[in-house]
């Protein structure tokens, strides 16, 4: 039954129809009892017409080996992986995707055959909300980049397959930046990359010639975390897209609405890469609105 849009989500409250032919989907993470993956994506199962389930899946450390393992030989359709075990399922699948490659690692499985084949939704995700939350295009935009962990990582490449014309690589550990830079100079030659330490002279010269700030750190999830950037770098026609959703504006986040300029949380970048999964999973358009609705009441 094709459930129709009017206000709020009404799929939420339905639990799914299982029956002998459902499709089985999760997420393998830990801890995994924050997601919310399964409200977004039940959701749009339900709504789409699709027989199909997912479940969170608390694989504890060590066993993520026997988890990927167990897929086919469950009858598992394809998985989504998170926290902390991307870089891990990157190197347990069959075959991977381009961007999953230059990233080296998978957040998305869809089982093809008697194969795993690896993607990564989450630059994809970020591309997608940065363009249609932001209306932003990075092609040829001189961007400054907070961070160096996982989701920079993917962040970095997706910006440098966009082409943009420099990238300045900030963070913390200095030579985690260094590192990132080179990876990324070594696959993008035409593009501008350097890295900066975070307490530098060097973002403010960056940040004087940047269209784009993004921060990739976790910085801003908790109260009473710091700004990383000193607001009064932040000139007129900035983009400021923050990758955290929860809290749904970090002070950067409200630093840069005070000053007027275009700011995005991460909520969309979630929003997207679930649907990149949902579109690879099942070759279908993914119901956005439906997904969004079902994120915007579970991250409340
Ligand atoms: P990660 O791999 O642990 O990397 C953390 C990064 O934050 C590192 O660069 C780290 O610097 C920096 N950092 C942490 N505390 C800091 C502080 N007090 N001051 C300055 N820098 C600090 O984490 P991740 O997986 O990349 O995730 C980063 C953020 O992106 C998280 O907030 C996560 O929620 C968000 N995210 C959002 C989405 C989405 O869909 N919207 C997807 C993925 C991630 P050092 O190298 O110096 O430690």
């Known amino acids: 039954m094709k459930m129709e849009l009017k206000g709020t989500v009404p799929v939420l409250g339905l639990s799914p129809k299982i029956d002998g032919n ?6 393998f993470g830990w801890p995994i009892s924050h997601t919310a993956s399964p409200a977004m994506h039940n959701a749009a199962f339900r709504y789409s017409g699709i027989n199909s389930v997912y479940v969170p899946f608390h694989v504890p450390p060590g066993d993520i080996k026997r988890a990927i393992k167990s897929i086919i030989p469950l009858g598992i359709s394809g998985v989504n992986i998170t926290v902390p075990y991307k870089e891990t399922a990157f190197k347990l699948v069959d075959e991977t995707s381009r961007e999953s490659q230059l990233i080296g690692a998978v957040n998305t499985i869809v089982v093809q055959g008697d194969k795993l084949i690896g ?23 001189n961007v400054v980049l907070l961070g160096s962990g996982g989701a920079a990582r993917a962040v970095a490449i997706q910006l440098a397959m966009t082409n943009v014309k420099s990238l300045c690589i900030v963070n913390r550990t200095f030579s985690r930046a260094i590192r990132l830079a080179r990876y990324i100079k070594r696959h993008f030659p035409n593009i501008k990359i350097s890295p900066a330490y975070l307490k530098s002279k060097a973002i403010n010269e960056a940040l004087e010639s940047a269209d784009i700030l993004i921060n990739a ?4 999830m908790k109260r009473g975390d710091p700004l990383l950037v000193d607001h ?9 897209y923050d990758l955290i959703y929860k809290p749904q504006e970090t002070k950067l986040i409200t630093e840069a609405k005070q000053m007027g300029l275009k700011t995005v949380n991460g909520f969309g970048m979630l929003l997207y890469q679930g649907a990149a999964a949902f579109e690879i999973w099942t070759g279908k358009k993914a119901p956005l609105e439906i997904m969004r609705q079902s994120l915007e009441i579970y991250a409340d």
């Open 22 to 27: 459902t499709r089985i989907y999760g997420i």
């Open 119 to 141: 993607h990564n939704t989450d630059a994809q995700g970020f591309l997608r909300s940065l363009k249609y939350d932001g209306r932003t295009n990075p092609y040829r935009k």
């Open 232 to 240: 009064s770098l932040l000139h007129p026609g900035i983009v400021v």
């Open 217 to 220: 750190t976790t910085c801003g």
